[in-house]
């Protein structure tokens, strides 16, 4: 996989990276359901092995065990991948997702990220969701400032509008930015991207597959099936009339990877390399076969045709 440098760093990241959400397990609101931690590790070292050089985590994904999970995965390697995490969701005891930007609070998730990671500093951390407009600037302030003593090399951001990023851009420059892009979710095109792409901030896109729906082995019986704790159960694209839309577009995109040789889930992801605002994407996986199933996105190239194809068929679908 050909490398692509990540905005203003010094990282040069494959067009693919490990994402880390699913496999934090079932005990916290937006889990996926019972995940076995050997798999996860499985995964996470099988996705290194095939080339993968970053790792994309949260403190709050599994409430902090998929931080620890990623630190199993990567001890003992000679040479390790980079590591994203992010701050702004934290919780408390009784497991209920708290949001802060105040200073303390994104220097306190920090330390304990650090610790769970088991490294001196972090690659790149993120502020997760802008979830106090307020305390956007005193929360990059501090990024700023842990950037300054060398706990954190590079600091970016997750799921931030423009309007907010020109806001902290004014205290620190901003290295990357991490929105949710598939082919069902293009709006970032219209305003996101660009504007990334003007001022050399990388992005790194997150539900390339939206969660699991364009992989090719979602079905109405799986959807039903979920566990009563997948969060998903509640995301309108698993409920119809989109849930059968969304299957008929997979279908469209096996036909037209099957005469390369790819998955439904590397047209999905490749869609989304296709733009060159885009430097990487983020593709979760539970076990290593999955990360072997969607690998192959990372060389392949959609043509101009496909590309039209599928956004002929997209435009047909139910809103």
């Known amino acids: 996989m050909q490398k692509r440098q990540l905005g203003n760093t010094d990282m040069h990241i494959t067009p693919i990276g490990?994402?880390?959400?699913?496999?934090?397990?079932?005990?916290?609101?937006?889990?996926?359901?019972?995940?076995?931690?050997?798999?996860?590790?499985?995964?996470?070292?099988?996705?290194?092995?095939?080339?993968i050089n970053w790792i994309d985590t949260a403190p709050v994904y599994g409430l902090g065990h998929s931080e620890e999970l990623v630190a199993t995965a990567l001890s003992g390697m000679k040479q390790k991948p980079f590591i994203f995490t992010k701050c702004s969701a934290t919780w408390n005891d009784k497991k209920e997702?708290?949001?802060?930007?105040?200073?303390?609070?994104?220097?306190?998730?920090?330390?304990?990220?650090?610790?769970?990671?088991?490294?001196?500093a972090i690659d790149l951390y993120q502020i997760h969701w802008p979830s106090s407009d307020v305390d956007l600037e005193e929360g990059w302030q501090e990024m700023a400032r842990l950037k300054e003593e060398g706990l954190v090399r590079h600091i970016g951001v997750s799921n931030f509008?423009?309007?907010q990023l020109r806001r902290i851009m004014s205290v620190a420059?901003?290295?990357?930015?991490?929105?949710?892009?598939?082919?069902?979710?293009?709006?970032?095109?219209?305003?996101?991207?660009?504007?990334?792409?003007?001022?050399?901030?990388?992005?790194?896109?997150?539900s390339p597959m939206l969660s699991g729906m364009l992989t090719g082995a979602m079905t109405h019986e799986r959807v039903a099936n979920f566990p009563l704790d997948d969060w998903r159960r509640g995301n309108k694209e698993f409920q119809e009339p989109r849930l059968t839309a969304n299957i008929a577009l997979v279908e469209l995109l096996k036909t037209i990877g099957s005469q390369h040789g790819r998955s439904a889930g590397e047209v999905a992801i490749a869609w989304t390399l296709r733009h060159p605002s885009v430097t990487g994407a983020i593709v979760g996986g539970r076990n290593a076969a999955q990360i072997e199933g969607i690998i192959g996105a990372g060389k392949f190239r959609l043509s101009e045709d496909e590309i039209g194809t599928i956004a002929q068929f997209i435009a047909g679908m139910p809103k």
């Open 18 to 51: 490990f994402g880390s959400w699913a496999i934090g397990g079932s005990n916290w609101v937006y889990g996926w359901g019972a995940q076995d931690d050997g798999d996860s590790i499985n995964a996470i070292q099988r996705a290194v092995e095939l080339g």
């Open 97 to 120: 997702i708290i949001t802060s930007l105040k200073a303390a609070s994104v220097r306190r998730e920090c330390e304990e990220s650090l610790k769970r990671l088991k490294v001196d």
């Open 161 to 163: 509008n423009v309007e």
């Open 173 to 206: 420059p901003v290295a990357s930015l991490q929105p949710p892009y598939s082919m069902l979710r293009p709006a970032v095109e219209k305003e996101i991207l660009p504007f990334c792409k003007a001022n050399n901030i990388g992005v790194i896109v997150y």
